[in-house]
């Protein structure tokens, strides 16, 4: 949980009740506010913030109890509470960014602008000034998460199923024709979605003109300290880093997909059907490794085992993941994080069991919610969920408007720089492994992370790459589906296993569509998380392969670290980077440099074939 993740929802019904439409009485009051708005100053924009910090403390730890207590004791008794207190904060939260627009000709220094910057960009849809529409808006998104939300696929028999139900097929299968009338079931369920949609953007964009920006998609970029249209410009660089590697993988993926299906499915010249990769939305391979794994993929221990054979529960799987902070001189966690966390399944009631990382006071009451499972894979996880807490403990000291990562990219790239470095060498060091294999059974582990990491790259990139241009204009409500399926086929060289139209509207079928969820933030974070890795190996001294390296034991890469974690937002993402790995700009060369093993197994793997599409 961070700070300003507001229910979109409740978000925009509070806009409604705020916003209504201007009678001339409110058009006189309009104009002396513009007259009092040349008249403010920058010590009115401080006592502001000041009030407001103090209103935000309070309302951020009411919620925070309530969406608590909602997700481990999950009632209609409780989720009312929760959609109570949410309500009260986003209420507040609108009229705070109405307020905070209201100093946008002032002249301030840097800081109370940024503080302000934060206010208003914590809309994620900004809704227009006008009750009806913006009523008709909340509507929308309400009807859209629903339709997502409520989706199932029935078949003819009658029997249906629901997403996590067609889902686990389309990983297990490996029959052509099942995996298809999963794909094309789901993909049902957000025809209906279009003209929804359609409406929903006009409206927003309306919103986004209202607070000063060309439209709601360079109101988004505008949150990443740079002009909108060059953030465009270097996620696009970054990608052309990652591309090379991208399509070694897709080569050598397409291959083995055409040898288990035929040329006559899955031509060795074309984009791979994206129904065959083991996801409903082909944005990681994973779930195919068995198919193109190497004959020699054993990496030679099984962590899963280890971890039953050294006696670790649940919480010895934890008091370890700490340990690994402790080694990088991060102060212990708080005895109130092992007697307030949710580590096992309850039996006696229903909980949210996704893994999620917790700060309920913006202080030290720092806790994890997660049923854990004793496997290799949660004990990563743990490692994973960790480093949120750490990170949320580090900018606790900043002010409440920048208690929150560099740039949303951060967070999830830290939780996942930390699991990195659960490697074999710090698995025999914990006393998990007795020897640490040789590195000629590293290509299985590089080539299953790679069909997840890299395979989810292009994917990560596009989905806003589309939503942009929806926003800006550039694609049509007539060109919604033609289009997405062109950029799937250019970044991920992946097609439609079936004739699409524009009765169809595939992004829905996608959760971040429907429900207005920013996508960027997961690619930064695949970006950022090996550029931290990288960094932070050559901090502690490492000299050996870097996806072999550990930080653990090393107090000068948990200093450098910690000393960037305690930026908060509270200066650029550029220069939080800038603090850790020497320069401000994003470089994937790290990822090359962790996949360059796989690299020259795939080069030799994809020799007579022909790459590309």
């Known amino acids: 949980m961070t700070t300003f993740n507001l229910s979109l929802t409740t978000l925009l019904v509070s806009s409604a009740l705020l916003l209504g439409g201007c009678s001339p009485q409110q058009q006189q009051q309009t104009t002396a506010g513009q007259a009092e708005q040349k ?238 990769l083991g996801n409903m939305w082909a944005q990681s391979w994973g779930n195919v490794y068995d198919l193109v794994a190497p004959k020699d993929a054993d990496p030679g221990y099984d962590v899963t085992e280890l971890l039953a054979k050294h006696n670790y529960d649940e919480i010895k799987m934890v008091r370890g993941a700490e340990a690994f902070f402790s080694s990088l001189g991060f102060a212990p966690l708080p005895d109130t994080f092992y007697q307030r966390s949710l580590f096992i399944k309850p039996r006696d009631r229903d909980v949210e069991c996704h893994a999620s990382a917790w700060d309920l006071d913006a202080k030290d009451d720092l806790r994890i919610k997660m049923c854990i499972q004793r496997t290799g894979e949660e004990f990563s996880v743990i490692h994973h969920e960790l480093g949120h807490n750490y990170y949320q403990r580090a900018y606790k000291d900043q002010p409440v408007y920048y208690q929150e990562s560099a740039n949303d990219g951060f967070h999830e790239a830290i939780g996942d720089t930390i699991a990195l470095s659960v490697t074999p060498d710090y698995l025999k060091q914990i006393g998990l492994l007795d020897k640490v294999p040789d590195e000629s059974k590293d290509i299985g582990l590089l080539l299953k992370m790679a069909m997840d990491k890299i395979a989810f790259v292009p994917f990560g990139l596009l989905v806003d790459q589309w939503r942009w241009q929806v926003f800006n204009g550039q694609i049509t409500p007539e060109q919604y589906n033609e289009a997405w399926w062109q950029l799937r086929e250019k970044y991920q060289g992946v097609a439609a296993p079936v004739a699409r139209s524009e009765a169809d509207f595939d992004p829905g079928a996608k959760y971040h569509v429907p429900g207005n969820v920013p996508y960027t933030r997961y690619f930064l974070a695949h970006i950022l998380q090996f550029q931290f890795h990288k960094a932070l190996c050559d901090i502690a001294g490492n000299e050996g392969a870097v996806h072999r390296c550990s930080i653990y034991n090393s107090k000068e890469a948990g200093t450098k670290l910690n000393q960037m974690l305690e930026m908060g937002s509270s200066q650029s993402w550029q220069q939080a980077l800038e603090v850790v790995t020497g320069k401000p700009e994003m470089d994937a060369t790290a990822i090359l440099a962790y996949f360059a093993p796989l690299q020259a197994y795939l080069d030799e793997q994809n020799k007579g074939l022909q790459c590309g599409w």
Request: glycine fraction near 6%; aromatic fraction near 8%; include cysteine.
């Open 39 to 276: 008249q403010l100053s920058e010590a009115d924009a401080i006592a502001f913030l000041k009030d407001t910090e103090t209103k935000l403390v309070q309302l951020y730890k009411e919620s925070n109890r309530a969406e608590w207590i909602y997700s481990n004791f999950i009632t209609e008794d409780t989720a009312s509470l929760a959609a109570d207190v949410n309500e009260k904060l986003t209420v507040e939260m609108v009229q705070l960014a109405t307020a905070a627009a209201k100093f946008d000709k002032v002249a301030l220094s840097a800081d109370s602008r940024r503080k302000l910057d934060k206010l208003k960009l914590a809309l994620t849809l900004p809704a227009p000034q006008d009750a009806a529409k913006t009523a008709e808006m909340a509507k929308i998104v309400a009807e859209l998460g629903g339709m997502y939300g409520k989706g199932k696929y029935c078949k003819a028999d009658g029997s249906c199923l629901s997403l996590g139900e067609m889902s686990a097929i389309m990983a297990s299968s490996r029959d052509y024709d099942e995996q298809l009338a999963m794909w094309q079931g789901w993909r049902e369920i957000s025809k209906p979605m279009r003209p929804l949609y359609q409406r929903l953007i006009e409206l927003t964009n309306e919103g986004a003109k209202e607070l000063g920006y060309a439209d709601t998609g360079a109101m988004w970029r505008s949150k990443y300290d740079m002009p909108a249209d060059d953030f465009a410009k270097e996620l696009d660089r970054v990608w052309g880093q990652v591309k090379p590697l991208y399509e070694s993988l897709h080569c050598h993926v397409r291959s083995k997909l055409s040898a288990q299906y035929g040329a006559d499915k899955v031509p060795l010249d074309k984009p791979i059907p994206a129904h065959l």
